[in-house]
């Protein structure tokens, strides 16, 4: 009788701490409602699941609506029309360089054209043998002159030129020269002219002065051209000449 009796109260007892594995679900979770499986933090706690399931509801939620805006981006390409314009001189310009760096740089002495002070860089030979094409100017009391634009052609055969056609960054620009002085010396033929340019002209000077690649055609009205391509370092001659006449209060 006392084993039976034993027996009995082992077997509550058993019920009472794990009642939860005889009455699971078949999701896991408990459907016990005895004091024991209300507290449990565990799977025989209904709220767990419900808990685990709402927080992967909104974890996938956030990346699906992440998703949805990587996918709703318009990838495609967007092609501006909008044409670049050629160089022109701009009366308001302001020049960055200081002139106390670009002074050193230049030769300064009597002018031989206009005015009573010449500004030539010292890289520049002036000599009409020297084949070149650069600006200069002069100033009349402290004030600059118009800048002048300079061609030198020095070569065993006579183009004869008449017009120059420029091509600066792909932009077109023309200029008559005047006063082409021509010169035979033997096997060699000299062409050159020294001109102030002016208001007609000041858009070439913009353009030359701040462009990344220039030529020129020489044209004759004979039918033969010679082209000239500007090297890095006169296209440098250009843009400091024209900074430090810029500077100096020049205007065209």
Known sequence: MKKIIYLLTFSLAFVNFSCASLFSSTNGVCNCTCEACINCTGKHNPS?????KARQD???????AELDSLLNVDYSIVVYDVEPEPY????DEVISTPQEILMP???????????????ILN????????????????TKDGVPEPLRF???????????????????????????????KHINEGKFYSES???????????????????????????????????IYFNDKQLKHFRETYELYRIMGGAL
């Open 48 to 52: 767990f699941y419900a808990e685990q």
């Open 58 to 64: 909104s974890i996938k939620a956030h990346y699906d």
């Open 88 to 91: 022109k001189w701009e009366a």
């Open 105 to 119: 740089l230049f030769s300064i002495g009597n002018s031989t054209t206009g005015g009573d002070t010449e500004y």
């Open 123 to 138: 890289e520049i030979n002036p000599s009409y043998k020297i084949n070149d094409i650069y600006f200069y100017f002069n």
């Open 150 to 180: 300079v061609v030198h052609f020095y070569a065993d055969d006579a183009v004869n030129f008449n017009k120059l056609l420029f091509n600066v960054d792909n932009f077109k620009y023309e200029y008559v020269p005047t006063d082409i």
């Open 193 to 227: 002219f020294d001109n102030a340019m002016d208001e007609n002209s000041r858009d070439i000077v913009a353009a030359l002065a701040h462009c990344q690649y220039a030529n020129v055609l020489l044209v004759s009205d004979k039918g033969v051209n010679h082209r």
